[in-house]
């Protein structure tokens, strides 16, 4: 493994890629499936501490997942209904259900679904921040009302995290004194109506912006087209003979409706899912959020609380209906790949190391020295060499999951699928968090103000990406 790349460049770094084929008679193959509450306290910041933090609960969140055994060394997959995990605290959990499960922990794959009534874990970035406002130096900013008190700022409570991992931990434990055989996998895809569409919208006047959030009363963003999306709902199952016994559902956007408000919430998709689950107990239903960096409910969503079942039973449609449509095929081998990619940090004039820390040390309002700390901790990581595991899990014959980092754009996704038009391939987003935003090239040229912040890739990352999309897919 290099230990030595341009840590701000847009040139292509090197990648290390690790193949590993595994087949087994399908007999020989198992699955263990588990859920665990990991809703968050009241008080706990939510997206980082970017908007209101948890002041009530209006569902719960959990981490579902399931072990799969028979291929050599176990592989673990986990959703959990958080916004991010990142950094050490991505780590520590990949460390522990590795151990719960028997395997080794580049065969876990950790995925959040980015709702953001939930939490940013990144005790990287809160110890950076408890460090500085230890010393006290916050207390002489400037208040921006003369009236109100400069608050503290806060990423996530690592506390409740630890506490959450052992809980996790242990009921992937017990979950294997149950697995069931796994004698074939299925594969169904559905077209997803009026719900995605890309933040890039043209105006009425021909301009490009990237002005259509997850939620939306802007008339020319409503009226736009989708732009750019992947329209397909992908559900991967597991099959005991003709009995399911677990259904992946993913599918890329922003799982947002109304939001912001510390209602902490697993969004429509979490009401999808509980929908899809009460028609089919008898198999765990799993969601993942693709790559939807780019991608938000906005041009169908107006933020109207209403619009949560609306958008929930449009989503527990295409479930439904790739359900219908699921094939079944014997399992007989698994094929392993793993591309070790190094990003590198961002060093555009407003985001270089001296800057955050500035930032970080006298940022007026809390969220801007939250953020700040968010991306010196990433800019740590890659200062240190750190590489972000790209994951691939091809089942045979050709049907490929694949986990991709942070909020990778939805070109990213679309890309991975061109790599194998032979294929069913399943892309997830949001594994390993740190980098935030990772853009397409054009996002840069085009002045995208999502990169004003949450970004912390330098422009060129595209390369980079495609290169490790491409050696695990190939």
Known sequence: MLSRFPLFSGLLPLLSVFVTAISSHAADFKIATFSVDVTIPIGHPCMGGGISPAKSVADPLFAKGFVLTGAEKPFVLVAFDWCEIRGTSFEKWKRALAEAAGTEPQRVIVTSTHVHDAPVMDEDAEKLLRDMEATGAWKNIPPPDPKAAIQ????????????????????????????????????????????????????????????????????????????????????LSFWDGDTPVCALHSYAVHPMSAYGAGKVSADFPGEARALMQQAHPEAMQIYTTGCAGNVTAGKYNTGNPANKPVLAGRLRDAMERAWVKTARTPLTGITFKLALMPLGARDTPKHTEEILRQRLASGVKPFDRAEAAMGLAWYERAKRGHRIEVPAIEFDPAHVLVLLPAEAYVEFQLFAQEQRPDAFVVVMGYGECGPGYIPVDRAFRENDGNLSDWAWTPPGSEAVMKAAIREVLK
């Not at 506390?159 to 004194?177: G, W, Y």
């Not at 996998?185 to 569409?197: C, L, N, T």
């Open 152 to 235: 503290t700022a806060s990423v996530c409570q690592p506390e409740f995290n630890d506490a959450c991992i052992p809980r996790v931990a242990a009921a992937v434990r017990e979950s294997l004194s149950h697995a069931r055989r796994v004698t074939h996998f299925g594969a169904g895809r559905a077209k997803v109506e009026r719900i995605a569409s890309n933040r890039r919208f043209i105006t009425s006047t021909g301009a490009v912006s990237y002005g259509r959030f997850s939620r939306s009363t802007n008339k020319e963003a409503q009226d736009a087209d989708e732009g750019d999306i992947d329209p397909w709902l992908r559900t």
